[in-house]
């Protein structure tokens, strides 16, 4: 199994034969949120989260050139793998059948 496990969300994260599937098939763990619906709820909170985090390290000054908007926009995906790795332990898995 490797080690990138894959997050699942939405209706089909509902489907608990579906995800087994997946999880099998892929050889990766599948994490299943809590409350799979509230999938949009949550990234809204993450990016909001993300673009706060981003906020306050520019303290308030806009971005102005195309060199800035880069390194804002790598320095948001690092920010947003950040959030998302901290909510992580809100997840259940589901590992891949074995045998």
Avoid: Y
């Avoid at 199994?1 to 990766?28: E, F, H, R, W, Y």
């Avoid at 763990?29 to 809204?44: E, K, L, Q, W």
């Avoid at 985090?53 to 806009?62: V, Y």
């Avoid at 950040?82 to 259940?92: A, F, K, Q, R, S």
């Amino acid at each position: 199994m490797t080690d990138i496990p894959v997050d699942a969300a939405g209706s089909q994260a509902k489907n608990k034969p579906l995800m087994q599937l997946l999880a099998s098939v892929c050889n990766v763990a599948v994490f299943i949120p809590p409350h799979p619906s509230a999938a949009v709820v949550m990234g809204a909170a993450m990016m909001g989260r993300c673009a706060a985090n981003i906020s306050a390290k520019l303290q308030g000054k806009p971005i102005v050139t195309q060199e800035e908007q880069g390194r804002i926009g790598s320095e948001m995906q690092s920010e947003l793998w950040n959030v998302m790795v901290c909510l992580e332990h809100w997840t259940c898995s589901t590992r891949a059948a074995t045998g």
